[in-house]
């Protein structure tokens, strides 16, 4: 369990850190789990899409022809 929490605030120390928009998603809902900065500057809104899928919290996308990628 030690290094498993060792990973994951490395990850999170290089998705924080990171200019580039980040983010993600678990689960068949693609429930937003994780943001960084980058992103909730980026899309305009802060960190009340977390836990909400992804189409909840970005629901402009619906209109998008990648959504269909998914």
Do not use: R, W
């Amino acid at each position: 369990m030690k290094n498993f929490q060792a990973e994951s605030f490395t990850y999170k120390a290089i998705i924080d850190a990171s200019p580039d928009p980040v983010f993600l998603c678990i689960s068949e809902q693609m429930t937003l789990s994780y943001a960084n900065e980058a992103i909730l500057k980026t899309c305009g809104k802060i960190s009340e899409v977390m836990c909400k899928s992804f189409l909840e919290a970005l629901p402009e996308l619906k209109i998008s022809p990648l959504i269909n990628c998914y």
